[in-house]
Antibody, heavy 123, light 108 residues
Framework: EVQLVESGGDLVQPGGSLRLSCAAS????????MNWVRQAPGKGLEWVSH????????YYADSVKGRVTISRDTAKNSLYLQLNSLRAEDTAVYYC????????????????WGQGTTVTVSS | DIQMTQSPSSLSASVGDRVSITCRAS??????LNWYQQKPGKAPKLLTY???ILQSGVPSRFSGSGSGTDFTLTISSLQPEDFATYYC??????????FGQGTKVEIK
């Protein structure tokens, strides 16, 4: 079964740090670009970060740039998101998502999602 | 960055109704448009991609259309399990993977 399972969410104080993990199974993890997407309580979906299959290229939303680092370990079939200098507005459910090219050329969509992990930033 | 605007933000409908949700891009995105469904407490689920192609396993009552800047997701006959929030997302110029703000479909 194709699956993504996030972990690492927690209650953290403002200014704190957290590392989220996403364990992939059931597919060749190293063949896919990956995203992190978050959803604040009662709000819509917000893309956070992207990493290419090689791990050599990364992108970040302006709202997290400079505070967040995405990485991956293909040997461990795992995706990570390091969150630093956390703010109240980072409170959200964080999802990892697989990016699939469903139609050639370049028609990409997020076709597999994890169940999410909750980050709460509060004193 | 490309902005995506959905309308309406919410709607009330009855089982069996035909429902349409609109998504507008701030510039032309050809047909690089995806739709997702999200139920409360659950992860989003991909419904359609390339504006009109149904993802495997998605019921045929769902359909997508449009190109350029204007897109529509239609549910031909609303079923109880379709009450959810729907998001459009552009993949023309990504990253960033811009989402619309969502449309909540509620029971009338």
């Amino acid at each position: 079964e194709v699956q993504l399972v996030e972990s690492g969410g927690d209650l953290v104080q403002p200014g704190g740090s957290l590392r989220l993990s996403c364990a992939a199974s059931g597919f060749t993890f190293g063949s896919y670009n990956m995203n992190w997407v978050r959803q604040a309580p009662g709000k819509g979906l917000e893309w956070v970060s992207h990493i290419t299959r090689s791990g050599n290229t990364t992108y970040y939303a302006d709202s997290v740039k400079g505070r967040v680092t995405i990485s991956r370990d293909t040997a461990k079939n795992s995706l990570y998101l390091q969150l630093n200098s956390l703010r109240a507005e980072d409170t959200a459910v964080y999802y990892c998502a697989r990016i699939e090219q469903l139609v050639s050329p370049n028609y990409y969509a997020m076709d597999v999602w994890g169940q999410g992990t909750t980050v709460t930033v509060s004193s | 960055d490309i902005q995506m605007t959905q309308s309406p933000s919410s709607l009330s409908a009855s089982v069996g109704d035909r429902v349409s949700i609109t998504c507008r891009a701030s510039q032309s995105i050809s047909n690089y448009l995806n739709w997702y469904q999200q139920k409360p407490g659950k992860a989003p689920k991909l419904l359609t991609y390339a504006a009109s192609i149904l993802q495997s396993g998605v019921p045929s009552r769902f359909s997508g259309s449009g190109s350029g800047t204007d897109f529509t997701l239609t549910i031909s006959s609303l079923q109880p399990e379709d009450f959810a929030t729907y998001y459009c997302q552009q993949s023309y110029s990504a990253p960033p993977y811009t989402f619309g703000q969502g449309t909540k479909v509620e029971i009338k």
